[in-house]
């Protein structure tokens, strides 16, 4: 599927001015959608050719669309779910449309599904087991805005509330706060790029309270290392601390 034109099995009979084009699922068609300041349509197509033929998703109104109002990306099928292995998973969110798994990373179990999602990628709107009309797409584009308008002011507030926990040197307040920004899985919004530096920061602390415990074989000392372990679920440091547990 080559970036910047019409993908798919071919247009036969069909008129160039009902062809919509479509973007492959890359960090660069990304980077389109940011400098165009435009939301993305992303469909995931089932398993056939009925679903690559540009006939199936054609339509004046559509290509209109595409050439005007949004970033259109096609995803190839994969049946592939297999999940990253739990020692490699950070809970920091990343940018699901330019990763190795799309179809994973949005929970796609029908066929076609239409995830309409910011220039991040961020879906706030989804369509799945049948076609979206032109009518319907144009009016999930000019809500994504104020969606993410909405998004940030909701991360911005639990982190406000984080920073307040952390001026406090209560981190394990300030990381619930925290870890509850990056459930939310949204990516690129100025809230969430702070909630990840304020991540880090949290994290150092953790690594140096870790290197402050003792000798690892006495019982106490163990004692509190599970202790902080049980504070940092779901993080890198959970996984540092039981491979120190081990050792």
């Given at each position: 599927?080559?970036?910047?034109?019409?993908?798919?099995?071919?247009?036969?009979?069909?008129?160039?001015?009902?062809?919509?084009?479509?973007?492959?699922?890359?960090?660069?068609?990304?980077?389109?959608?940011?400098?165009?300041?435009?939301?993305?349509?992303?469909?995931?197509?089932?398993?056939?050719?009925?679903?690559?033929?540009?006939?199936?998703?054609?339509?004046?109104?559509?290509k209109d669309l595409s050439d005007n109002k949004a970033v259109f990306v096609r995803v190839a099928?994969?049946?592939?779910?297999?999940?990253?292995?739990?020692?490699?998973?950070?809970?920091?969110?990343?940018?699901?449309l330019s990763g190795d798994n799309p179809s994973r990373d949005y929970n796609v179990t029908q066929?076609?599904?239409?995830?309409?999602?910011?220039?991040?990628?961020?879906?706030?709107?989804?369509?799945?087991?049948?076609?979206?009309?032109?009518?319907?797409?144009?009016?999930?584009?000019?809500?994504?805005?104020?969606?993410?308008?909405?998004?940030?002011?909701?991360?911005?507030?639990?982190?406000?509330?984080?920073?307040?926990?952390?001026?406090?040197?209560?981190?394990?307040?300030?990381?619930?706060?925290?870890?509850?920004?990056?459930?939310?899985?949204?990516?690129?919004?100025?809230?969430?790029?702070?909630?990840?530096?304020?991540?880090?920061?949290?994290?150092?602390?953790?690594?140096?309270?870790?290197?402050?415990?003792?000798?690892?074989?006495?019982?106490?000392?163990?004692?509190?290392?599970?202790?902080?372990?049980?504070?940092?679920?779901?993080?890198?440091?959970?996984?540092?601390?039981?491979?120190?547990?081990?050792?």
């Amino acid at each position: 599927m080559a970036p910047g034109g019409a993908a798919g099995g071919g247009g036969g009979g069909l008129k160039p001015d009902g062809i919509v084009t479509w973007q492959s699922a890359t960090s660069k068609t990304l980077e389109k959608a940011a400098n165009e300041k435009k939301p993305i349509l992303i469909y995931f197509p089932g398993e056939g050719k009925e679903y690559e033929y540009d006939g199936y998703f054609y339509g004046k109104d559509l290509k209109d669309l595409s050439d005007n109002k949004a970033v259109f990306v096609r995803v190839a099928y994969t049946s592939d779910r297999t999940p990253l292995p739990y020692a490699e998973q950070s809970p920091v969110p990343l940018k699901k449309l330019s990763g190795d798994n799309p179809s994973r990373d949005y929970n796609v179990t029908q066929y076609p599904t239409f995830v309409v999602a910011d220039q991040n990628g961020n879906e706030f709107f989804r369509v799945a087991g049948k076609k979206p009309g032109a009518r319907d797409l144009e009016g999930f584009f000019a809500e994504v805005p104020k969606k993410v308008e909405d998004a940030n002011t909701r991360l911005q507030r639990n982190l406000d509330k984080a920073k307040e926990f952390w001026g406090k040197k209560d981190s394990r307040e300030a990381l619930k706060l925290v870890l509850k920004n990056f459930k939310e899985e949204l990516v690129g919004l100025d809230a969430q790029e702070q909630t990840a530096r304020l991540y880090n920061e949290l994290l150092e602390d953790g690594r140096a309270k870790i290197k402050e415990v003792g000798d690892k074989s006495k019982a106490e000392n163990v004692k509190k290392l599970k202790a902080m372990q049980r504070e940092w679920k779901g993080t890198e440091l959970f996984y540092e601390i039981e491979e120190l547990l081990k050792a």
